[in-house]
């Protein structure tokens, strides 16, 4: 029988078995920041033990720091403790870090792509439940918890049992106007929040082989969504290209040697997954989230659905929202474009293609936050800037910002947000506020419009990049 | 790390399904660098409104519940990877989480703390809430040898599942370190002959 992208790179990557237990698998880079790793480092120091592999390891600074002044020193204590704290700890540990204000910083999951430190083949992990995002390049990439960080520091591996496999096809042409996120929302939302759980996901189908780095990367990012610990795509010539000419990527000879290697990841023809779904492209609209889990998303154009299920009417009551009503023309006062799911350059393009000429209602606080300096850089360099600034919205400096809301860039009790971001949880983006997950364009639509509207009714008239 | 071996206790109900860990324990208190003092902090929002006032309906703030044992609906600890959610639960007093289904990572963060995740069936599930509920001082009982949980002086009792590798160093209060490191020659061997 055939293997999967994933058995590949995880057979590779095996060091041991234990005896009717897990096994023992090797990372190949270990990416961290300043939130779930100094515990770690405590528990090492503590029981003396060394960093094993530090020259694996890349840290840089991004849940907890400020998206303006990032020049001046970090009013809030704990939090310029809690940088300081992995400042000290990189050096101490000879750690690369890209620390605030480096022209390499940025959030972890588009900061590593972009610098050519993800590459196809490679088992990665960050304390971070969207380091999925990594599985675009068709890599295994997943979320790993603070005792973790202490073992791959301690010993460069993870105990862990192999997964189930999955598979989720998505073939025909995408409608203008829906974007990867639409389509990793509308899977989501078909297959509901655990339904990946014990598995590791693969995206196939000519959507996803159609699809840019940058889309790939957003599908990726929201598996966790699912309850998957991480989702892949089969790198191809798309993959190479991204990879190639980067700063970490392997150069000349040793770059074409990787890819010839990299042709032969793939999932092999008789391969079995041991669940795959199947879905259409010309079924997915523009989405948004109705409740307080990326599982309650409906298209644009639907209503929210009719359940009689307590949590999900608890949900609704946190929303505000009534089951059965319809989420267009409802006012917005807060849209955040950002976040590792939607922070890349293509991400700003769309947004800025459909903002140029308009003007950003007046009700409406609006916050682009670039995924990292280099991101930023871009935006600048291309214009778009101009784009926005004229426009009405603020752009910021990079981080994670108003995703998880641990810095100063909280949507206040009570008000909406439709936000890029991937989680919609109650309170996720400061207490009391409320999420709509969507795309940029709906995002950017929704900003200008002052209130959700119905971009496919304008489909005609858009032009994206 | 702790050993755990059996608990009897009284359990707190959580009838809410989809627990992410940003309920378990906000973000904003993510920035401590070290482990203490989550705790207090533990459902935060749910415990508290706005103002600090406590919310009486929920029930972990409920005199009639108490115990080191939470019973919760299902696909408990859904979400981010934060390890904090295990040291809030621990740290206010939990050895045991009760559910029909758990996320991964927060599984493994729960292991890695010695608190039990014990992954009962959806009818077992209700029955547990059903009598918590109409008999709060019912005693739960947790055998991690035997691999069951049981209602005290009854015959309600159900079997669940976990990684013998895990439930080694659960009993034995092992970690994945010592594990690991016991293999440092091996992981050194590998590193030279890898092939990829």
Known sequence: ?465 | MEKFTTLTSRAIPLTIENIDTDQIIPARFLKATDKQGFGDNVFRDWRFDKHGNINKDFSLNNPTYSGSILVAGDNFGCGSSREHAAWALVGYGFKVIVSSFFADIFKGNALNNGLLPVQVSEGFLKTLLDTIETHPETKLEVNLENQTISISNSDVSESFDIDPYKKTCMINGYDDIDYLLSKKEQIEAFEAEKTY
């Open chain 1, 1 to 465: 029988m055939g293997k999967t992208l994933f058995d590949k790179v995880w057979d590779a990557h095996v060091v041991d078995s234990v005896q009717n237990g897990p096994q023992i698998l090797y990372i190949d880079k270990h990416l961290i920041h300043e939130v779930t790793s100094p515990q770690a480092f405590n528990e090492l120091e503590a029981r003396g033990i060394p960093v094993f592999r530090s020259n694996q390891i890349v840290a840089t600074a991004d849940h907890n720091t400020p998206t303006i002044n990032q020049d001046l020193p970090i009013k809030d204590e704990l939090s310029r403790k809690q940088l300081e704290q992995l400042s000290a700890n990189c050096a101490k540990n000879d750690i690369t870090l890209y620390e605030l204000g480096h022209k390499y910083n940025g959030i972890v999951h588009v900061m590593a792509p972009e610098l050519g430190i993800t590459q196809p083949g490679m088992t990665m992990v960050c304390g971070d439940s969207h380091t999925s995002t990594h599985g675009a390049f068709g890599t295994i990439a997943f979320g790993i918890g603070t005792s973790q960080v202490a073992q791959v520091f301690a010993s460069q591996c993870l105990l862990l049992t192999k997964p189930k496999s999955l598979r989720v096809t998505v073939n025909g042409k995408l409608k203008n106007g829906v974007l990867p996120k639409d389509v990793i929302l509308y899977i989501i939302s078909k297959l509901g929040t655990n339904s990946g759980t014990g598995y590791f996901c693969e995206y196939a189908g000519d959507v996803f082989e159609n699809m840019s780095m940058e889309g790939r990367m957003t599908v990726c990012n929201m598996s966790i969504e699912m309850g998957a610990r991480g989702g892949m795509i089969a790198p191809d010539e798309t993959t190479f290209e991204y990879v190639k000419g980067r700063e970490f990527a392997p150069k000349g000879e040793a770059f074409e040697k990787k890819v010839s290697y990299w042709k032969t990841l793939p999932t092999d023809d008789d391969a079995v997954f041991d669940k795959e779904y199947y879905f259409d492209a010309e079924d997915i609209e523009p989405m948004v989230t109705y409740g307080t889990n990326p599982g309650m998303g409906i298209k644009i154009s639907e209503t929210i659905p009719v359940d009689d299920n307590a949590s999900f009417k608890k949900s609704l009551e946190y929303m505000n929202f009534e089951a059965g009503e319809s989420l267009i023309d409802k006012p917005i006062n807060f849209v955040f474009i950002g976040s590792c799911t939607n922070s890349r350059i293509e991400d700003f393009r769309v947004a800025a293609n459909f903002i140029k000429g308009k003007q950003k209602a007046h009700n409406v606080t609006a916050w682009l936050v670039p995924g990292s300096k280099q991101v930023e850089a871009q935006i600048i360099n291309e214009g778009l800037k101009d784009i926005f600034e004229d426009a009405g919205f603020e752009l910021r400096q990079p981080g994670c910002s108003a995703c998880l809301a641990m810095n100063d860039d909280k949507i206040p009790q009570g008000e909406y947000c439709v936000s890029t971001s991937n989680r919609n949880f109650e309170g996720r983006q400061g207490q009391g506020s409320r999420t709509i997950l969507a795309s940029p364009l709906v995002a950017a639509a929704t900003a200008v419009a002052g209130k959700i509207v119905d971009v496919t009714k304008d489909i005609e008239t858009l032009e994206l990049a």
